[in-house]
DNA sequence: CAGTGTGAAGTTGTTCACAGCA
DNA sequence: TGCTGTGAACAACTTCACACTG
């Protein structure tokens, strides 16, 4: 498979190379040059075959009986996945959760900046947090910039709908949802849902069972 | 199927239960008494099929021509999932993201507290935030309680297998791994992982395409 | 007839089996 | 022999089709 290649790289694999990317990184901190994919799938506890195609996404290719090169294998994860060219998105909603996405350093090492926020409460408008100011969302038409086309929805359920139908009217492509409703945005517009609460569903289900 | 069949109940499903859940609640405030699995999946951008199918897990039954009540609905899916009975959980790491959590109000809400938190950072050991408090993770041992199965981990990714190795040594049954490593435990303990990363890297794929 | 509930068909993703290579 | 890479078998999940019900 190459990316001359028409079809969509499955959803799993793309949640799954992030992981194979700080994989790499600390065993390229520990001295690994070269790693094989039945290393990383014993290390990491996926099947080593799912590694493979995971990793025969890239243009990667292996070298038989040794595997393949670290520092090469990371930046080309790094380019496939655009973790070393940086996107610009706006937060929408500075709660807990989104104080600390803007706090959070982690972001701009994935490629990806918050460079405004949106909030309604008077009191945090005009604050400054980890370097991003926060302005009322009813100003976002006037402060946006056309080539940012990422929203972070980390507002209260009740808005969440009202707040993503204003991204989109907006020019927003790619709304990432951190709420845990399911938000109804025009097929053109890619939403990914990120709601912790449905990860507790599972823990406690498979907890008590 | 009811709640004798032993097949587990899909992770996608529970992952969209807690969705239903949030949008039943809203249109309860909204003055809704009953609904349709074919409201829900409109509303909610699911299949209405999808729907039927996800709820039948749970003891409940829908009236023909009808649909479901509201109310009903709510608290046998809250059941369900166990978010009316609350359990406990150790948060490692009080970085950005542990804070976050423990700020959070919306954990309570879904069943969920965090009852004690483990960090190293000297500056850290001894605060509360949120109501939690803070204790050195050397100290986990004697802090602990044994009837506290669930760990959070939002550590950097250099500790992460070590922190998830205390844990283990320690009784945790389920690990809640916000870090975006993918952590090596025995197969008893089950892991969660909520690697916000990955979502991003979903993102990228799909707006660069 | 609009809605539930379910078995069957289809699709997507994972695991297995093995060919090729150094 | 140990590893990559791939096509085929398998499992999981989703969508379709339809019988049933008030």
Not at 50 to 56: E, F, G
Request: net charge negative; with cysteine; hydrophobic share 40%.
């Amino acid at each position: 498979m190459n990316k001359i290649d028409t079809t969509l790289v499955p959803e799993p694999t793309l949640r799954r190379m992030p992981c194979y990317l700080t994989y790499l990184k600390l065993a390229q901190q520990n001295g690994a040059k070269v790693v094989s994919s039945t290393q990383i799938g014993h290390d990491m506890g996926v099947d080593p075959t799912q590694v493979t195609k995971d990793l025969s996404y890239t243009c990667i290719v292996g070298k038989t009986r040794v595997g393949y090169e670290v520092e090469l294998l990371i930046s080309e994860l790094e380019t496939f996945l655009r973790f070393n060219t940086m996107d610009c998105g706006y937060l929408f909603g500075a709660g807990s959760l989104g104080t600390a996405l803007l706090l959070d350093h982690g972001l701009t090492q994935f490629g990806f900046e918050i460079v405004a926020a949106f909030d309604v409460n008077p009191d945090k408008i005009g604050l400054n947090i980890g370097g991003t100011t926060i302005y009322h969302t009813n100003d976002f038409k006037r402060v946006k910039h056309d080539d940012v086309k990422i929203g972070i929805l980390t507002v209260p359920v009740e808005h969440a709908q009202e707040v993503a139908d204003i991204m989109v009217d907006n020019g927003i492509e790619a709304i990432w949802n951190f709420t845990s409703v399911r938000i109804k945005v025009p097929d053109s517009v890619f939403v990914q849902n990120t709601s912790i609460y449905a990860h507790l569903a599972v823990i406690f289900n498979r907890l008590h069972s």
